[in-house]
């Protein structure tokens, strides 16, 4: 069956290095992956997309890449900031139109001063 | 722009009952999304709709339904409660119905079932 594997152990980091989350997929062929970021009692929010012919992807602070071969994407922030604490979620959505956007499980990040 | 708009932002229910839930998309958006987030299982798929009709679903029970009417506006309906159903409902829109789209999600509605 389709499984999307994200690290539910929490991390944590130092202010100021760089956090590094994965998302493994199996069973899947994702035209797109998303990344969001959650906060406690609200809804997810888009950070960045990147499609299965990209292999990086870069906004501000954020970095993504997607390895449909070893079929897993790395998230990165640098220069983390405790404001980045949340827990942030990696979705796949297939290649037909009637796919639906599926989200793994989240993981947390707390970066503290 | 307004954002997406759920209410209600909390609710306590029994077992047995039956809770209507209430999403406004973003203006113009016209696919609506919902989801069911509980701490063990993450976010869940229940189902989409787009111009007023349902275009996938989860693989959630009869008792969970939805609808979505001409401006857009989605509800969603379970009925017969369980203490199982207590969890973060999770609206999402987007503009169409087509792939490669962000959603937008609203705060959510909380549901207790007690």
């Known amino acids: 069956s389709q499984k999307i594997e994200q690290n539910s152990e929490a991390l944590n980091i130092q202010e100021g290095k760089t956090a590094t989350l994965t998302c493994n997929y199996t069973n899947y062929s994702p035209a797109y992956l998303q990344w969001y970021r959650q906060d406690p009692g609200r809804g997810p929010v888009f950070l960045l997309l990147i499609r299965e012919n990209e292999k990086e992807k870069r906004k501000e602070r954020l970095k993504v890449t997607f390895d449909t071969t070893l079929k897993q994407s790395l998230f990165h922030i640098t220069a983390s900031q405790p404001a980045d604490s949340a827990t942030y979620l990696c979705?796949?959505?297939?290649?037909?139109?009637?796919?639906?956007?599926?989200f793994g499980t989240g993981t947390r990040l707390a970066v503290r001063p | 722009k307004a954002g997406v708009t759920q209410t209600p932002r909390y609710l306590i229910k029994t077992r047995g009952q039956q809770v209507t839930l209430s999403c406004s998309p973003i203006s113009g958006h016209r696919s609506v999304s919902w989801y069911q987030q509980t701490p063990g299982q993450g976010l869940q798929f229940l189902f989409e709709?787009?111009?007023?009709?349902?275009?996938n679903k989860g693989n959630f029970p009869g008792r969970f339904s939805g609808r979505q009417f001409s401006n857009s506006r989605s509800e969603m309906n379970v009925s017969t409660l369980e203490l199982g159903d207590s969890a973060l409902y999770l609206c999402a829109s987007k503009l169409t119905g087509g792939t490669n789209e962000k959603l937008f999600f609203g705060s959510g509605t909380q549901l207790s079932v007690l």
């Open positions: 709709y787009f111009s007023e009709t349902q275009r």
């Open positions: 979705a796949l959505e297939g290649k037909s139109s009637g796919d639906k956007l599926t």
